[in-house]
């Protein structure tokens, strides 16, 4: 089963035990965060870990270790985990109490745990892109939180895979906001557009790396609010992700985006980013 942290201690992950009455089990009552690794290396840790920090406060959770002193439990689980290429997940909770909608006091800790999976890189989707459908956004108003409540997600996710398709893009009265588990993104005449981030969606680490590419490589680029139909008629639609990297979308509810392949903007960016986990990681496969 391999190893994992328990509140700053690696562990044989059969040894863990969570407690049911975790406020994360019981409430959802707790952040979280996903780190992409790549040659054994973490890719954009301290931005993943500043958010978890931003999350934790947002929701009144003291975290029990430093981002600095996480980082390095994180590189030592990687280290014994003997992982190469793919993601470490991490999670905070409020910790162990009697079950009350009201926060437990001061002597109750947090739970802080982590583990390392093995995930490749999506290459043969972003190679030739994938299909998307949009969804009405259901969710709660501080999407800016990456909470551990997800289910509204989760809904449009399955409803995505029931029809044939890799996203569910979410709108709010026709506003497009952002995709299940990610970012996307607009290229019309060459520009760049995405959702501001504001409390509506996720400011998305994979979102920051493209907007500073963009910027650097003389690519325009607007977050401004965009509407269903300005989705439809793009010349590309992509989305960024810790595990989707720089992902093109060649078609929507059925109906083609420009013509049907990835485009030169996303193609460029796929580029970029790929240069920037060289730049960070090493050496990785070709996408």
């Given amino acids: 089963m391999g190893?994992?942290?328990?509140?700053?201690?690696?562990?044989?992950?059969?040894?863990?035990?969570?407690?049911?009455?975790?406020r994360g089990y019981q409430f959802g009552d707790g952040v979280y965060e996903v780190i992409r690794v790549y040659n054994g290396i973490l890719f954009t840790a301290d931005e993943h870990l500043s958010r978890l920090e931003e999350s934790a406060r947002s929701i009144h959770l003291t975290m029990p270790f430093s981002p600095k002193e996480i980082k390095e439990q994180l590189l030592e689980l990687v280290k014994e985990s003997k992982?190469?290429?793919?993601?470490?997940?991490?999670?905070?909770?409020?910790g162990v109490s009697p079950r009350n909608h009201l926060f437990p006091g001061a002597e109750?800790?947090?739970?802080?745990?982590?583990?390392?999976?093995?995930?490749?890189?999506?290459?043969?989707?972003?190679e030739n892109g994938v299909k998307a459908?949009?969804?009405?956004?259901?969710?709660?108003?501080?999407?800016?939180?990456?909470?551990?409540?997800?289910l509204p997600n989760l809904l449009a996710k399955q409803k995505a895979s029931e029809n044939?398709?890799?996203?569910?893009?979410?709108?709010?009265?026709?506003?497009?906001?952002?995709?299940?588990?990610?970012?996307?993104?607009?290229?019309?005449?060459?520009?760049?557009?995405?959702?501001?981030?504001?409390?509506?969606?996720?400011?998305?680490i994979s979102r920051q790396v493209m907007l500073r590419l963009c910027t650097e490589n003389q690519i325009t680029v607007k977050?401004?609010?965009?509407?269903?139909?300005?989705?439809?008629?793009?010349?590309?639609?992509?989305?960024?992700?810790?595990t989707t990297e720089v992902m093109p979308i060649v078609e929507i509810d059925g109906k083609k985006i420009?013509?049907?392949?990835?485009?030169?903007?996303?193609?460029?960016?796929?580029?970029?980013?790929?240069?920037?986990?060289?730049?960070?990681?090493?050496?990785?496969?070709?996408?």
């Avoid at 992982?83 to 409020?94: A, C, E, K, N, P």
């Avoid at 459908?133 to 997800?150: A, G, H, Q, Y």
């Fill in 133 to 150: 459908m949009t969804v009405e956004d259901i969710r709660w108003l501080r999407c800016d939180i990456k909470s551990l409540n997800l």
């Fill in 223 to 242: 977050e401004e609010c965009y509407t269903v139909e300005d989705l439809l008629s793009a010349d590309e639609v992509f989305l960024t992700g810790t």
């Fill in 108 to 126: 109750v800790g947090p739970v802080y745990i982590a583990y390392t999976r093995e995930l490749a890189s999506p290459a043969q989707a972003m």
């Fill in 3 to 22: 190893k994992m942290i328990l509140n700053g201690a690696i562990k044989e992950r059969t040894e863990i035990r969570i407690d049911l009455e975790d």
């Fill in 258 to 287: 420009g013509n049907g392949a990835p485009g030169p903007v996303t193609r460029q960016l796929q580029s970029l980013f790929k240069a920037e986990i060289e730049k960070q990681c090493g050496q990785t496969a070709a996408i």
């Fill in 83 to 94: 992982l190469d290429t793919g993601i470490i997940y991490l999670q905070l909770t409020r």
């Fill in 164 to 204: 044939g398709c890799f996203e569910a893009l979410q709108h709010r009265n026709g506003t497009v906001t952002e995709g299940s588990s990610s970012n996307v993104s607009i290229v019309v005449n060459g520009e760049v557009k995405t959702h501001p981030a504001n409390n509506l969606i996720l400011n998305g």
